[in-house]
């Protein structure tokens, strides 16, 4: 038997394995478009495109945000500019954090922009961008109360004074981020943008210009307009998620990740059959058991087995037996003539993980409950092992 390549390249990866990711690139814009109004016209836009774009696909979702008007793009690591930069992305990218001082080389080479929150950092970075005759833009990361990365509020001077003789460096933002903007204490928050606003004001009386001022995330965007300063980091609300249930008075989102699947088999059980690895879960009634190809490999947790559903045909059923590595199990009740007409389900039926089918909806948020985390680590934990189709 002989294969063509580009018939064989031409089996699109849905057809390879029958689960994949959906994004709504329209509800990426209005996500963006919200924001923007929000903030307006003379405050900048940095897009957090990190983790994959939260596991939205970062070069699809820094394309779109830059034709929205995005004026910079927010990464994690190296790799994930580098992945830009290949794709022909040519915006401003900042690193959120400071990366090890030996990916220094690739930073200059492809323009990318550092967090730093060292001395022995700024140094090393402007002498190598330097001997290459470029300069050495920063955004100074700034400790008020996150604790995690960034000077001291109260030894920024030092350090600018430390590191300001080298001419190739230079200060292009100075920034810091929030611990509790998303919660209902509003002290801590209170506290750190006090800090911050004295800093940038210092910073200007002793003739540091702190170039771009920036600190909102998502949460402060919306419910802290005060925080805006020159420029906001807008992350999950873009991909149309909350921070949490309190930001969901302050705008309007629309989700923009959907997860589906089709039956790869399926089964009639009797009475106290079982069903997947231990046996724990046993069927009650005569039952319709239908495998999926999603498993806790592909970023849904073990933890929710049994505390979800799968949307067929508009309708919720629930899912049964522990969650494997690569496929899961639902389940429906044969018991009525409805179920047996109407939810005859068959190899190759379409369902839906996460998104809505009519009146049935199943959210990123109700995942995240099942699942005992986080709607943030639910949606950047769906793997590259399922395809993402843009619609
Ligand atoms: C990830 C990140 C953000 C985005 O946070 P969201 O809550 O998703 O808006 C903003 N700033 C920094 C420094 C980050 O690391």
């Given at each position: 038997m002989k294969f063509r390549n580009t018939k064989l390249e031409g089996i699109e990866t849905v057809n390879r394995r029958w689960s994949w990711l959906q994004v709504d690139l329209d509800a990426i814009r209005h996500n963006i478009n919200v924001t923007k109004s929000k903030i307006g016209p003379n405050c900048k836009l940095l897009v957090i495109v990190k983790a994959d774009a939260y596991g939205h696909g970062a070069v699809q979702i820094a394309k779109t945000a830059i034709n929205c008007g995005a004026a910079y793009l927010g990464v994690a690591t190296v790799d994930e500019a580098m992945e830009l930069r290949d794709a022909k992305i040519k915006g401003n990218i900042l690193i959120l954090s400071q990366p090890p001082v030996e990916s220094i080389p690739l930073l200059v080479k492809h323009d990318i922009m550092p967090a730093i929150h060292t001395t022995e950092f700024a140094i090393q970075y402007a002498e190598a961008a330097d001997q290459a005759g470029k300069s050495a833009p920063y955004h100074l990361a700034v400790n008020t109360g996150m604790n995690r990365v960034g000077v001291r509020h109260n030894d920024v001077l030092d350090f600018l004074k430390s590191v300001s003789?080298?001419?190739?460096?230079?200060?292009e933002g100075t920034f810091t981020h929030f611990?509790?903007?998303?919660?209902?204490?509003e002290m801590t928050f209170k506290k750190q943008m006090s800090l911050f606003t004295q800093l940038i004001d210092s910073m200007k009386i002793n003739?540091?210009?702190?170039?771009?001022v920036h600190a909102a995330n998502s949460a402060a965007i919306f419910r802290y307009p005060e925080s805006h300063f020159n420029m906001v980091r807008l992350g999950v609300c873009m991909y149309g998620y909350y921070p949490s249930d309190l930001i969901k008075q302050y705008v309007e989102l629309k989700p923009s990740m959907s997860v589906h699947a089709r039956i790869v088999d399926e089964r009639i059980l009797g009475i106290g059959e079982g069903v997947s690895y231990g046996h724990k879960y046993r069927a009650r009634s005569s039952a319709k058991i239908c495998t999926i190809p999603i498993g806790y490999a592909d970023g849904l947790h073990r933890e929710a087995t049994g505390k979800i559903g799968v949307i067929y045909k508009g309708k919720i059923f629930p899912q049964v037996g522990s969650i494997c590595m690569d496929m899961c199990m639902f389940e429906i009740d044969m018991n009525s003539a409805i179920a047996q007409t109407n939810y005859n389900a068959q190899i190759g039926d379409e369902i839906i993980l996460v998104g809505r089918d009519g009146d049935a909806e199943i959210t990123v948020d109700d995942l995240a409950k099942a699942s005992g985390t986080i709607n943030y680590e639910i949606i950047c934990s769906f793997s590259r092992r399922m395809p993402v189709l843009y619609v």
């Open positions: 003789f080298h001419r190739a460096l230079k200060l611990a509790t903007a998303d919660i209902a204490d003739d540091y210009d702190p170039g771009i």
